[in-house]
């Protein structure tokens, strides 16, 4: 996965966007892609859709400071920074990443398949 940081001084990035999911359409894959802008709120059900949680797991993640939110002023509704939802998002790609890479290394020894 990953993420583009485009701003009005940098559009010529943008073409580098397109060759991408070019090359992943052309490699047989489905591709999803996100336009947003960079400070955008999204709501609790907004980043369970994205993060593949239900609403309640996103609550919770908030609840435990694992997803930075603001609550509206004198309201229970959560309003959740885009740029916080791609940050998990990255944290998890990383660790999914070492999890590969460490089962990889056990295999490699010959650790049992328990």
């Not at 694992?66 to 916080?84: D, F, H, M, N, V």
Request: charged share 30%; proline share 4%; hydrophobic share 40%.
């Amino acid at each position: 996965m990953k993420t583009v940081h485009l701003d009005p001084t940098a559009r010529e990035r943008a073409g580098l966007v397109a060759d991408e999911i070019e090359r992943l359409l052309d490699e047989g894959k489905h591709v999803a892609v996100t336009v947003a802008e960079e400070r955008e709120l999204l709501s609790p059900q907004q980043a369970a859709d994205r993060l593949g949680f239900s609403r309640q797991h996103v609550v919770r993640l908030i609840n435990a400071g694992r997803l930075e939110a603001q609550k509206l002023p004198g309201s229970s509704y959560w309003q959740i920074p885009l740029a916080t939802v791609l940050a998990f998002e990255e944290r998890r790609e990383r660790g999914r990443l070492q999890a590969d890479a460490f089962s990889r290394s056990l295999d490699a020894l010959g650790a049992p398949l328990e």
